[in-house]
């Protein structure tokens, strides 16, 4: 993970967005880490994993059943 001030981030925007293609950023503030940016790809996967790991520990389903729900969810909006 690459770590950019706020106001590199400010100043070299596009650098910042082309960064995040490959890799997440982390910005900072005062030294104190303030937003993460990232490609859609890595933010959508990210999300995916947090609801499975969140319905699994409530156990609502298991770590299976969430793929094929969330597999199941994506092919009905492609």
């Keep these: ?3 950019m001030p706020s106001v ?3 100043n070299h925007f596009g650098v910042l967005i082309d960064t ?3 890799e997440v950023v982390s910005v900072t503030r005062k ?3 303030v937003a993460y940016v ?3 790809d890595v933010a959508q996967d990210w999300v995916d994993g947090q609801i499975a790991m969140q319905a699994e520990q409530s156990g609502f389903l298991s770590t299976e059943e969430t ?3 969330l597999n ?3 092919n009905a909006v492609d």
Aim: a neutral charge; aromatic letters at 4%; zero cysteines.
């Design 38 to 40: 990232m490609s859609p």
């Design 67 to 69: 793929e094929d729900f």
């Design 20 to 22: 995040a293609q490959i």
């Design 72 to 74: 199941s969810i994506r």
């Design 31 to 33: 030294g104190r880490t």
């Design 1 to 3: 993970m690459k770590t």
């Design 8 to 10: 590199d981030a400010q």
